[in-house]
């Protein structure tokens, strides 16, 4: 069964940085593609970021284009979200999620929370809050 575990949250002032990281156990990482989520307060959960299971395909939701970078190191066992220039729009908690592999599908389509997403796995999230 995969497990899921975010760390690197904190509080940071606008412009500031933060790097994620995404655990992941109980699976071979090689097999699975991953996905960053946000859910700020009283708002839905977006995909923000998605990265196919070999790492040659890669999403950004507008909001974070050329701000934030997903990486992925298989031989960790590790995701990670690295996020420049914070704005006070991107606090919230970022969970990372997975699908089963068998679903092979599309990293855009996997951050679409409300659409095409099969994500079935999610860590406990982090709490990110960009406040000066």
């Known amino acids: 069964q995969v497990q899921l575990v975010e760390s690197g949250g904190g509080l940071v002032q606008p412009g500031g940085s933060l790097r994620l990281s995404c655990v992941v156990s109980?699976?071979?990482?090689?097999?699975?593609?991953i996905g960053w989520f946000r859910q700020a307060p009283g708002k839905e959960r977006e995909g923000v970021s998605c990265i196919s299971a070999e790492g040659r395909w890669i999403y950004y939701a507008d909001s974070v284009k050329g701000r934030f970078t997903i990486s992925r190191d298989n031989a960790k066992n590790t995701v990670y979200l690295q996020m420049k220039s914070l704005i006070p729009e991107d606090t919230a908690v970022y969970y990372c999620a997975t699908e089963p592999p068998y679903f092979h599908t599309t990293v855009e389509a996997m951050c679409d929370i409300t659409g095409g997403s099969k994500v079935d796995s999610w860590g406990q999230g982090t709490q990110v809050t960009v406040s000066s």
């Open positions: 109980g699976v071979t990482l090689d097999y699975y593609a």
